[in-house]
């Protein structure tokens, strides 16, 4: 007997979305429901092989149900617009998979899945129902089996008409009378009140139909059910008639188009696949494992271990060169070392062994200079900036670098927590990378020439070429010279640090101890917590599951209940500063005395460069002790000097320009103290009136503002109430009139796109404004609002970094950036080059983009960081 497969997609996609985790793509796209749906639709075809298969969807209109009800569904919660997003998915997924689709305006899906039912019973055909939905089940037949899924998506329960009989002793047609009685709260269907599931189904299997309950209600025990089935007589068989689904919908089904068919699109698939990151379904595809095996081409690879073999390859290398590399010791800049180069030209992957080939040959590097000075040779690099510092150790400079491949995918999308190759291959090309790790390098440079041919091409689609090409690209070159020439560092000045700190913190200690009238441990959240709030009886903020919560959110609720509370903040600060960076400093420098920090160019989401190994732009400077670490940082040689070139409140002037606010634009333009004339604005009080609080209030809501603040938080910040900072920022708003018709145009773009721009146009997915849950979505709107302004300022650094190493270069100077801490860059200068060099500098800083406010640039000179701020 033949088989048909009908799907109640509706019913198993909201299934699924509730059943499962929340899952997303790397750029927001919901897709648990599909994920589970696309599993359950899987299965069924594996376990009942059937000959037809259909899905059936609900339409937006309404039904003839509506029409004559029109409470019928009413109070139903809204679908989330998470799960909203994923039914074209389903529906991309199912043509894909030559699956039919069913859908008509005034019907329910339950009324397709009804007529197409009866019509297949009638043709001879076994019908299968997979529903989570139990009103189905008065479909079930000898030959028409309801598949009810239970625990989500995976776990299910399969009805025919003796199977259903036996289970609830009345028959699939008379579910409808029993349904008609008591009536759905889900589908809002009245039933009779009073009436119960239990006295429902005992009323139909005594009397068999609702017509005859209602002809024999004299003989039906119990006055008030009596009464309620009297009262209530034509509501009980309007009730059984929207419960009842139609089983003639005029809608015509042709077998032959509705078959179960082989030849679905496999390249298609694979897309699908690969775009919504729904891996594990490759292998529940018939066919897809079969073409991923076919990726695995046999490749051209040749080794080179020997000097000879080496210098021949330089003769063979022509135009684009496709290259990956293995360092080794990458932890220490004095020690790391070229370990492998791949190497993949005109279709043939080079393996490069530098341990064998530098072995006594110190010619080697006269040869690898040569291929990286080629400027005939065009060379497209994964994640090039360590090869770039390796290469400067070797007094080599790489020369017609065209592109990278992982800063390129970062700026397509800034959220990915990995850019490695292989990634960027299984996204792009569609492709799983397998194999040992030898192999696995060869078949990815192999694959480097496709993933920057899509990658090139997706940056100009998206007017990135700026962006990329002036800012990104040149920064690798700036970046790899910083961590080259590191940061210098007096050792014995810091000794000194780490004995003043533990002195501090051992006076802090014995404060802390006096205070709470006993010693104990500040460091246990436990024993901290029973000091504060039992001993101390200060009032709990918050509780966890083992005690109170001692935070630091906590904390500064209780700053003004007790002064033991600000000396545990200090303490805390102090011992992070001394392990962090007093202790941790002393672990990573170098042998050249100095500390080579990396610089990470692909790892924050709003374009900022991040520090790491050690983390130089973090260094706390709230307490003088946290300064003090500054003094540990000195010129490179004697004699040079620290110049430190800081942008003035570069965001909020970013925010006037992108506003084009005339108010905050002449406040900028005539040099005034932006927050002091905010003051002045928001106060309402003359300029020279306005006190240091009134400015420190305008200071926080002028940043505040930047980063999308709400009054809720803004009143925390100032410690005033909601109601006072809702009217600090009416006031603000009605001052700076563009600013607010700004941020509020730029949330309704933004949710429109699902992406922020830059002035640059460097792009910054926020899915969370689509967000239902309204946490997610006010952090959505938080991110929306600051990200062009926080970008901007990320892109304005940058360029003016790569402009003044640019510069420094062509004018043959030997000063040089070092160090960058978001809107400040630190140099080391030669003491004949200062009034240059700063001269330069801030020509290069406050020219680097023509905005509708000046930038401003402060410098300071000093013979340590700490003087140089």
């Not at 993933?451 to 790899?480: A, D, G, T």
């Not at 640059?760 to 709107?781: D, F, M, T």
């Amino acid at each position: 007997m033949e088989r048909l497969l009908i799907l109640d997609t509706n019913s198993l996609l909201n299934r699924a979305f509730y059943a499962i985790p929340d899952l997303t793509t790397s750029e927001g796209i919901h897709t648990n429901a599909v994920y589970g749906f696309s599993n359950m639709l899987l299965k069924m075809k594996e376990e009942l092989k059937p000959d037809y298969i259909v899905a059936a969807f609900d339409r937006k209109a309404p039904t003839f149900r509506h029409l004559e009800y029109k409470d019928y569904k009413a109070g139903r919660k809204k679908m989330p617009e998470e799960l909203v997003e994923q039914f074209p998915i389903v529906k991309e997924l199912l043509k894909l998979l030559s699956i039919n689709i069913y859908e008509i305006d005034g019907f329910e899906a339950d009324d397709i899945i009804g007529s197409l039912a009866k019509f297949a019973e009638k043709n001879g055909i076994e019908v299968y129902i997979v529903t989570g939905d139990r009103d189905a089940l008065q479909l079930a037949s000898k030959n028409i089996n309801v598949v009810i899924t239970k625990k989500g998506v995976t776990e299910t329960a399969i009805y025919n008409e003796e199977k259903f009989i036996e289970e609830f002793g009345v028959t699939p047609t008379q579910f409808i009378d029993v349904k008609g009685l008591m009536g759905d709260k889900s589908d809002n269907i009245p039933g009779v009140p009073g009436v119960g599931e239990k006295t429902a189904y005992k009323l139909i299997q005594t009397y068999g139909s609702i017509e005859e309950v209602l002809n024999n209600i004299d003989s039906i025990a119990g006055k008030r059910i009596k009464e309620n089935l009297e009262n209530y007589k034509e509501q009980a068989i309007f009730s059984k008639k929207l419960a009842t689904i139609m089983i003639d919908v005029p809608i015509e089904f042709d077998l032959e188009e509705i078959k179960n068919k082989d030849n679905y699109d496999v390249d298609g698939l694979r897309k699908f696949i690969f775009k919504y990151q729904l891996k594990s379904l490759l292998k529940r595809i018939p066919d897809l494992e079969e073409e991923k095996n076919e990726i695995n081409e046999t490749i051209e690879t040749i080794e080179i271990n020997t000097y000879e073999s080496f210098v021949d390859l330089e003769n063979n290398l022509e135009e684009n060169c496709y290259i990956i590399y293995d360092v080794v010791n990458k932890e220490r800049y004095s020690k790391i070392e070229l370990e492998k180069l791949y190497i993949q030209n005109k279709n043939k992957v080079y393996l490069i062994n530098f341990k064998n080939i530098f072995e006594g040959n110190t010619s080697s590097v006269n040869v690898l200079k040569s291929i990286m000075e080629n400027e005939k040779l065009l060379k497209i690099i994964h994640d090039g900036k360590a090869l770039v510092t390796i290469l400067n150790k070797l007094k080599i400079k790489i020369k017609a670098f065209k592109f990278d491949t992982a800063i390129a995918a970062y700026l397509i999308d800034s959220a990915k927590t990995s850019y490695a190759l292989s990634t960027l291959i299984n996204e792009y090309l569609l492709e799983e990378m397998t194999g040992n790790e030898d192999e696995l390098k060869i078949r990815t440079c192999f694959k480097l020439n496709k993933v920057y041919e899509v990658l090139e091409k997706k940056i100009r689609e998206e007017n990135m070429e700026e962006l990329y090409y002036k800012i990104e690209h040149p920064l690798i070159f700036v970046l790899s010279s910083m961590e080259s020439i590191g940061f210098n560092v007096n050792e014995e000045k810091l000794n000194e640090l780490a004995i003043k700190f533990k002195e501090e913190i051992s006076k802090t200690e014995k404060e802390i101890f006096a205070l709470a009238e006993e010693e104990f441990n500040i460091n246990s959240p436990k024993q901290l917590g029973k000091i504060l709030f039992e001993k101390l009886d200060l009032p709990v903020i918050k509780k966890t599951k083992t005690g109170y919560s001692t935070n630091a959110e906590v904390l500064e609720k209780l700053q003004d209940k007790h002064e033991i509370i600000p000396k545990i903040t200090y303490y805390r600060q102090i011992t992070k500063l001394n392990s962090t960076y007093v202790e941790g400093l002393k672990n990573v420098i170098d042998e050249d005395g100095r500390i080579h920090s990396s610089f990470n160019q692909t790892v924050t989401t709003t374009g900022r460069l991040s520090s790491t190994e050690p983390n130089l732009q973090n260094i706390p400077i709230k307490y003088e002790m946290g300064r003090e670490i500054r003094k540990v940082f000195i010129p490179n040689e004697k004699g040079d000097f620290l110049l430190s070139c800081d942008y003035s409140q570069i965001e909020l002037r970013v925010l006037a320009h992108m506003a084009n606010d005339k108010n905050m634009i002449d406040g900028f333009k005539h040099h005034s103290d932006i927050h002091r004339k905010t003051a002045s604005e928001v106060f309402k009080v003359p300029i020279e009136d306005v006190t240091p609080l009134m400015r420190s209030r305008a200071k926080a809501v002028n940043f505040g503002i930047v980063y999308g603040i709400s009054d809720f938080s803004l009143a925390q910040d100032l410690n005033i109430t909601k109601k006072e900072a809702g009217q600090y920022m009416d006031i603000y708003f009605d001052r700076y009139p563009k600013i607010k018709e700004y941020l509020d145009n730029t949330i309704k773009e933004v949710k429109e796109k699902g992406y922020a721009l830059t002035i640059l146009n460097r792009r910054r997915a926020i899915p969370e404004l689509k967000s239902s849950n309204k946490i997610v979505k006010a952090l959505g709107e938080r991110l929306a609002m600051n990200a062009p302004i926080q970008g901007s300022a990320a892109d304005i650094i940058k360029l003016a970094m790569v402009n003044v190493y640019k510069k420094i270069e062509e004018m043959n100077l030997k000063s040089r950036i070092i160090l960058q801490v978001h809107d400040e860059l630190i140099l080391n200068v030669k003491r004949d080059e200062l009034e240059s060099i700063k001269a330069l500098v801030k020509e290069e800083m406050e020219n680097v983009l023509e905005l509708r406010v000046p930038l401003e640039v402060d410098t300071n000179v000093g013979e340590t960081w700490y003087d140089a701020k």
